[in-house]
């Protein structure tokens, strides 16, 4: 009778130490931290992809390697390769020891050396943004702005179309207006709040242009990946509309257009401003960063 329970036990521990093994690994490379606006509320928890992930997928052979880290696509077309954000971006502050969200809708004037740029779908992303804390942020991230021909061929994807869907605009495949500004978020702000011995002219100028309120509202930015279709086959989201992408140019310029307009300086892809210093920002500037593909 002991030997027989003596063989069933060893039995049982020899399977149960088989199927330990032969569990996945669990992936660590995900957070799931709340993102608290200031002023409001602007949305539920989202997943969050922590600084310094990268794909966890282990490697088939000795060398082989991620072409690049985590929330990021590779596009290779015409013998180059680099690697850019799928989402726009939105910033970690580093406090401590620790990496905290930062509301999309709240200005980083001031130490920028210590926000971080992430990628990931259902976030609301970075604005407020001008193109040199883009830059530092990107850096912080051990990564870069995209230059134009980079963003560009990324947008317009490996048809090399007008659109990241293809050469014609299709209503509602991005968040975009097209030559149609109605509900304009700083028009409705002012006058909801304005007193009303405040000149209209007063709400083009800088400090209502950068009101955290306007991210808020309705019709204006959306959480990352929120229109499926505004994309390509190289996998980016959003590269046409919902916020200005700051690029690699220290005279300032930006590109894509955003949720108000596609159209006024370039349709689609082929959008580009120029007549900001590359210290500007408002509420309609955003980014997203490049790198090298390993």
Not at 33 to 38: D, G, K, L, N, Y
Not at 71 to 88: K, L, N, P, T, Y
Not at 237 to 248: F, K, P, R, S
């Amino acid at each position: 009778m002991a030997v027989a329970e003596a063989i069933r036990g060893a039995v049982f521990f020899t399977f149960s130490f088989m199927a330990a093994c032969a569990a996945p690994l669990s992936d660590q490379t995900l957070s799931s931290r709340a993102h608290v606006p200031v002023g409001g509320n602007l949305g539920a928890p989202e997943p969050r992809i922590t600084h310094g992930s990268v794909l966890s997928k282990p490697p088939s052979v000795a060398n082989d390697k991620p072409l690049c880290p985590s929330g990021m696509a590779h596009v290779a077309r015409q013998g180059e390769a680099f690697c850019i954000d799928r989402w726009e971006a939105f910033l970690e502050l580093s406090a401590g020891g620790v990496n905290t969200p930062w509301p999309g809708n709240r200005a980083i004037d001031g130490d920028s050396r210590r926000f971080f740029a992430l990628s990931a779908p259902g976030v609301k992303p970075q604005g407020y943004i001008s193109g040199r804390q883009a830059a530092q942020a990107c850096l912080n991230s051990g990564k870069r702005l995209c230059s134009e021909h980079e963003w560009r061929t990324a947008c317009r994807g490996p048809a090399n179309t007008r659109y990241p869907y293809g050469d014609a605009r299709k209503p509602n495949r991005c968040n975009d207006r097209f030559k149609v500004l109605d509900r304009h978020p700083v028009v409705r702000l002012f006058d909801e709040v304005a007193s009303r011995d405040t000149p209209r002219s007063e709400m083009w100028n800088l400090p209502w242009m950068n009101d955290p309120r306007l991210h808020q509202m309705p019709d204006s930015v959306a959480g990352s990946g929120e229109f499926p279709e505004c994309t390509n086959d190289y996998g980016v989201y959003d590269m046409v509309g919902n916020l200005h992408e700051w690029l690699l140019d220290e005279k300032g310029s930006f590109a894509g257009g955003f949720f108000m307009d596609t159209y006024q300086n370039g349709e689609g892809c082929e959008y580009r401003t120029r007549a900001h210093s590359f210290d500007y920002h408002d509420y309609s500037t955003g980014f997203r960063c490049c790198s090298d593909s390993g």
